[in-house]
């Protein structure tokens, strides 16, 4: 199922503070990048924030689980981001924060011509 326009809004406008927002259409879905860095997945009516060695326990420990968009099961380094913190906007801005200072660090990929 794909995320409807109004959830990837309202997931925005939950994230305002954060830095200059903007969203992609991506595979039916949308990637949220923060000052062109891409930190984010709406997909599924949820968001995904990007993770690594630092941040991926506090998901885990939530019972979070990767995206996996494909049919192999393969998962991608984006771990849902649970309900109540989406609610919260200031609890979010904290777990963004993290998953935007990930995304920072991460090698850029080159721009196709």
Same mark, same amino acid.
């Given at each position: 199922?794909?995320?409807? #326009? ?8 939950? +994230? &305002?503070?954060?830095? $200059? ?7 039916? $879905? ?6 062109? !860095? =891409?930190?984010?997945? %709406?997909?599924? &009516? /949820?968001?995904?924030?990007? %993770?690594?060695?630092?941040?991926? /326990? @506090?998901? $885990? &420990? ?7 968009? =494909?049919?192999?099961?393969? !998962? @991608?380094?984006?771990? &849902? %981001?649970?309900?109540?913190?989406? $609610? ?9 924060? #993290? !998953? +935007?200072?990930?995304?920072? *660090? /991460?090698?850029?990929? *080159?721009?196709? *011509?």
């Amino acid at each position: 199922m794909a995320s409807s #326009e109004d959830f990837k809004d309202f997931v925005l406008d939950q +994230l &305002e503070g954060l830095g $200059e927002l903007r969203s992609r259409k991506m595979f039916g $879905e949308y990637g949220l990048y923060c000052d062109d !860095s =891409f930190f984010a997945i %709406v997909a599924k &009516e /949820a968001i995904w924030f990007k %993770v690594d060695d630092g941040n991926r /326990a @506090m998901f $885990e &420990e939530r019972g979070m689980k990767p995206f996996s968009p =494909f049919e192999d099961g393969k !998962s @991608m380094q984006y771990y &849902e %981001v649970p309900i109540d913190v989406l $609610e919260d906007p200031g609890q979010l801005l904290i777990w963004a924060a #993290e !998953s +935007l200072a990930i995304a920072r *660090k /991460a090698p850029k990929r *080159k721009k196709r *011509k």
